[in-house]
């Protein structure tokens, strides 16, 4: 079974994180979503809220699994027995940064192997970042988010 880790934070998934996640399915008979913690990052959305998102996003395969994980990523792949880690790419400074992160893990793990994945052109200025930024000054993200991300935090406004 080819098994990969899609990891991230996640804060919030956004239709180029699923553009990727949907493509990946392709390659790949079971992608587990690692909502991972970055030091460098504060969340806006707990853990548990993204995870739930996520669920009903692809509640009906059960090709995707998703769980929140601590410490190295590569740690975190040979507990789940993902050999693959899956990226998504939108400009050349994201390849730049990913590959560093691809060739220090394959420094410290060379089993597990990184796919890096363009994202469709049509998600490639998506970043949850400025998303956040949208959401957080109460304008529209619609175009940015899925439908499952949408109504979650139209019930966390209420």
């Given at each position: 079974m080819r098994t990969c880790?899609?990891?991230?934070?996640?804060?919030p998934i956004t239709l180029g994180h699923t553009d990727i996640i949907n493509r990946g399915l392709d390659l790949f008979d079971r992608l587990v979503?690692?909502?991972?913690?970055?030091?460098?990052?504060?969340?806006?959305?707990?853990?548990?809220?993204?995870?739930?998102?996520?669920r009903n996003i692809y509640?009906?395969?059960?090709?995707v699994e998703v769980t929140f994980y601590?410490?190295?990523?590569?740690?975190?792949?040979?507990?789940?027995?993902?050999?693959?880690?899956?990226r998504g790419i939108?400009?050349?400074?994201?390849?730049?940064y990913e590959?560093?992160?691809?060739?220090?893990?394959?420094?410290?793990a060379p089993e597990i192997e990184t796919?890096?994945?363009?994202?469709s052109p049509q998600y490639s200025s998506i970043a949850s970042t400025l998303v956040r930024d949208i959401y957080r000054y109460g304008g529209d993200v619609?175009?940015?988010?899925?439908?499952?991300?949408?109504?979650?935090?139209q019930n966390r406004k209420q």
């Open positions: 880790l899609f990891p991230g934070t996640f804060d979503i690692g909502i991972g913690v970055n030091s460098s990052k504060t969340p806006m959305f707990k853990p548990e809220e993204r995870i739930q998102w996520i509640k009906e395969d059960a090709r601590e410490g190295l990523t590569v740690d975190f792949c040979k507990k789940i027995g993902a050999r693959y880690i899956l939108r400009y050349v400074s994201d390849f730049e590959k560093a992160i691809a060739d220090v893990n394959r420094t410290v796919i890096l994945l363009s994202t619609t175009p940015f988010l899925p439908a499952a991300v949408l109504e979650g935090m």
